[in-house]
């Protein structure tokens, strides 16, 4: 079978926006890192959020092998993901003000934690206030967008600011707007988006640059290991166990 011409554009076009990410944010990505590590060494917390489908990127580096097991997702109902019936619901509560201050006021965030906020547009009231509130408590916030949207589209925000304008660092994922790479004769809309594929690669990055800070310093890396290995279970277990007191997704 020969291969798909629009296939193979898609392939172009993700691994085009990868290696941009990678050589255009490499400093922000090395400063993310360090934010994570010196976070874990002092031990606090970390968490991540997204809404919607910018959601897979945070749940991406939860509770996984291979990954932090201190990261924690901090979820807001209805807004994880196709998670609400009618989905169109979870794009309302984006909008909806004070929404993230409540969440943030029942989490067990607490200053000097870090927050990765993840929002492909940034312009929404619940990422920038998600971001905004945290900062106010005292948490450091990494904020995961495209900056395309803060130039060429207008925020939802009463402030009329977009998530990163309240960020401690930003990563952004260069997604141009409308997150669609492909056009084509007979296909009257762009399609083919690729922000999940970026933004996941760019957290894995940074998890990856902070696990290697960690390592420099002598300090055990928190990792987890697949359950389907001989021994990932018991080493776990450990894990779970030795830094309970930061993981909350197994209460």
């Known amino acids: 079978m020969s291969e798909n011409k629009l296939a193979g554009q898609f392939f172009d076009a993700a ?10 944010e490499a400093a922000s990505i090395a400063a993310a890192g360090t934010a994570i590590a010196d976070t874990v060494a002092a031990g606090g917390r970390l968490f991540a959020f997204g809404a919607g489908h910018s959601s897979l990127a945070a749940q991406d580096v939860v509770y996984r092998a291979g990954g932090l097991a201190l990261m924690n997702l901090l979820a807001v ?42 929002s492909l547009s940034g312009r929404n009231a619940l990422p920038v206030e998600m971001a905004m509130n945290a900062r106010a408590l005292g948490l ?3 904020g995961v967008t495209s900056v395309a949207y803060a130039k060429d589209t207008k925020s939802r925000h009463k402030s009329g600011s977009f998530l990163k304008d309240h960020c401690d660092i930003v990563l952004d994922s260069k997604i141009a707007v409308g997150d669609a790479e492909l056009t084509t004769e007979g296909i009257d809309a762009p399609f ?23 390592a420099e ?35």
């Open 15 to 24: 691994i085009g926006l990868l290696h941009r990410v990678r050589d255009e």
């Open 77 to 118: 109902p209805g807004v994880v993901g196709i998670d609400v019936m009618p989905a169109t619901l979870g794009s309302a509560l984006e909008r909806v003000d004070g929404l993230a201050g409540a969440v943030l006021d029942s989490s067990p965030a607490k200053p000097g934690d870090v927050l990765v906020v993840i």
């Open 140 to 142: 450091k916030v990494i």
């Open 192 to 214: 083919a988006p690729a922000s999940t594929v970026v933004t996941t690669a760019l957290m894995q990055a940074v998890m990856a640059a902070a696990a290697g800070e960690l």
């Open 217 to 251: 310093r002598g300090v055990e890396v928190p990792l987890l290991r697949s359950g389907n290995v001989d021994g990932g279970h018991e080493w776990n277990g450990r894990v779970m166990t030795e830094y309970g007191d930061r993981i909350f997704f197994r209460h």
